[in-house]
């Protein structure tokens, strides 16, 4: 089974480019940062609780955050693999990922990165949130507690799996289309050499 952690930045375009990799690779996504929104829709405790931490642009604590990944992991059953999107975020989730497959004989098979400078990051979430509705998308102060949260916890993350020979940069930078062109190749030479 395939497991793909795509990793970046917030708006560096990790869901779009996990939509299109799910299409062609069968594969499941698995967006934490949807599954909250979905608990917050819900008006459900773990929603109003991930709220407190979302709406502030900080990290919903990793206890919460692990336990929700390995519910949703552990329901999706005939799938042929799992695309981890804005999952793992901090070490602490990387390790419990890593035990949680161990645990089914299953390991990490890469982290792909798209790298975007802050800048265009900036610009893409504002632009996003004019749609999404996204209050997290909507203020500029918001958006970079999200990019220093990003650099104080999440950036290690790639460090992490680099150590294992398994972390990867894509330019994030350029068309949709590109951008997913460039991310098959790789894959399709992860999968290959696996
Ligand atoms: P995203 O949609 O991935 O940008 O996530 C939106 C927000 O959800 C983040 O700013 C965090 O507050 C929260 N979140 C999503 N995934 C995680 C995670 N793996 N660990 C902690 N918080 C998360």
């Given at each position: 089974?395939?497991?793909?952690?795509?990793?970046g930045?917030?708006?560096?375009?990790?869901?779009?480019?996990a939509?299109?990799?799910?299409?062609?690779?069968?594969l499941?996504?698995?967006?934490?940062g949807?599954?909250?929104?979905?608990e917050?829709?819900n008006?459900?405790?773990l929603?109003?609780?991930?709220?407190e931490?979302?709406?502030?642009?900080?990290?919903v604590?990793?206890?919460?955050?692990?336990e929700?990944?390995?519910?949703?992991?552990?329901?999706?059953?005939?799938?042929?693999?799992?695309i981890?999107?804005?999952?793992?975020?901090?070490?602490?989730?990387?390790?419990?990922?890593d035990?949680?497959?161990?645990?089914?004989n299953e390991?990490?098979a890469?982290?792909?990165a798209?790298?975007v400078?802050d800048d265009?990051?900036?610009?893409r979430?504002?632009?996003?949130?004019?749609?999404s509705?996204?209050?997290?998308?909507?203020d500029?102060?918001?958006?970079?507690?999200?990019?220093e949260?990003?650099?104080?916890?999440?950036?290690?993350?790639?460090?992490?799996?680099?150590?294992?020979?398994k972390s990867?940069?894509?330019?994030?930078?350029g068309?949709?289309?590109?951008?997913?062109?460039?991310?098959?190749?790789?894959?399709?030479?992860?999968?290959?050499?696996?």
């Open positions: 089974m395939l497991h793909l952690i795509l990793f930045p917030p708006g560096s375009g990790k869901g779009t480019q939509a299109k990799l799910v299409e062609k690779y069968n499941a996504h698995i967006s934490t949807d599954l909250f929104r979905a917050i829709q008006k459900t405790p929603g109003i609780k991930a709220m931490f979302m709406s502030q642009g900080q990290l604590p990793d206890q919460v955050t692990i929700m990944l390995r519910n949703k992991v552990d329901s999706m059953t005939n799938v042929k693999g799992f981890y999107d804005g999952f793992p975020r901090t070490t602490p989730q990387a390790q419990a990922l035990q949680m497959l161990k645990e089914k390991s990490i890469a982290l792909i798209l790298h400078d265009e990051i900036v610009r979430i504002l632009n996003r949130g004019l749609s509705g996204r209050q997290d998308d909507s500029e102060s918001i958006i970079r507690n999200r990019m949260e990003y650099r104080k916890k999440t950036s290690v993350v790639y460090d992490y799996y680099k150590a294992i020979h990867h940069t894509i330019d994030g930078f068309s949709i289309d590109e951008i997913f062109e460039n991310v098959t190749c790789l894959l399709d030479d992860i999968i290959v050499n696996l």
